[in-house]
């Protein structure tokens, strides 16, 4: 499982790149086909790529099984060959603001950072799910679609 990367790169409907960059990813597992957990991929680059591999989903999982123990027991190793991929929303980033603010207040000013930061605002994608090979590289395409360009999050990066 450590070797499995995954390279995700936003393109619109025709299959052309979407070079966009600090667009916030989710990756998605997957257990008999049922959603077991969803991590932060990171954010897009130049070129609208972000990359991350199992090492570091796996890492997060470990970390946070030090706070929700029965909610982080199954490895990666037990989660199907097939990941989705998701833009985090303007409603889920102050989602999860809100949570962060409320149980881990130090990590806030961290997230407000990244929200005022963020172009996802400007992109909108449905879920979208891939086969993928374990041990290997995979390059997977979400299709979105690009608005016109927006400084994302202001309401909630003045929230200092």
């Known amino acids: 499982m ?4 995954l390279e995700i790169a936003l393109v619109d409907a025709s299959g ?3 070079e966009l960059e600090r667009v916030a990813l989710d990756v998605v597992l997957f257990t ?9 991929a990171g954010d897009t680059k130049a070129g609208g790529v972000c990359s991350t591999n199992f090492q570091a989903l796996e890492q997060n999982r470990r970390e946070n099984q030090a706070f929700f123990l029965m ?5 990666l190793a037990e989660c199907d060959a097939i990941v989705g991929v998701s833009v985090v929303t303007p409603e889920e980033f ?24 963020s172009t996802n605002a400007a992109v909108r994608a449905d879920d979208q799910r891939f086969p ?12 979105c679609t690009r608005f016109a360009r927006v400084r994302a999050f202001r309401r909630v990066a003045d929230l200092d």
């Open 16 to 18: 052309r790149a979407v």
């Open 2 to 5: 450590a070797d499995t990367t």
């Open 71 to 75: 909610d982080y027991n199954t490895s």
């Open 32 to 40: 008999d086909g049922r959603e077991r957990y969803r991590f932060d």
């Open 94 to 117: 102050e989602r999860r603001l809100a949570a962060v603010t409320k149980w881990f207040p130090d990590n806030a000013p961290a997230l407000r950072r990244r929200i005022a930061d």
């Open 132 to 143: 993928i090979q374990i041990g290997a590289e995979n390059r997977l395409q979400i299709v």
